[in-house]
């Protein structure tokens, strides 16, 4: 999906729009919320002299008001390259090995 600005530039943006039909509209503030609250944190780890730092990207929550029912779609900045999963929520690593690679799980141990 593309924004486009009021000067006319255009950038790439993920849309996610969830399956259930029936989701709550407050899911998607709660996601939001929950990025930002991790890029909080991701300053205070960096704020500790760590050798690669992290950031999360801006997320938003767009109302589609042109579509019925005026759905909601969380929207975030696209990011070029590979996506490479480093850790799973219940403490699983992915990776190992240099300092590169040790950042988001030194992250995850911090937060």
Known sequence: MQIVQKDGQRHDVVAKLS???NEERSTYY???Q???CAREWAAEFNDQNVPKPIDFV???VFELV???GRPLIGVEEFVEGVFVKHNNNVGGIMTT???ERAT???F???T
């Open 19 to 21: 399956k259930d039909p």
């Open 30 to 32: 709660r996601d939001v």
């Open 34 to 36: 929950a990025q930002m």
């Open 58 to 60: 801006p997320a938003y």
């Open 66 to 68: 042109d579509r019925p």
């Open 97 to 99: 090995g240099d300092a």
């Open 104 to 106: 988001p799980n030194a």
């Open 108 to 110: 995850s141990h911090f």
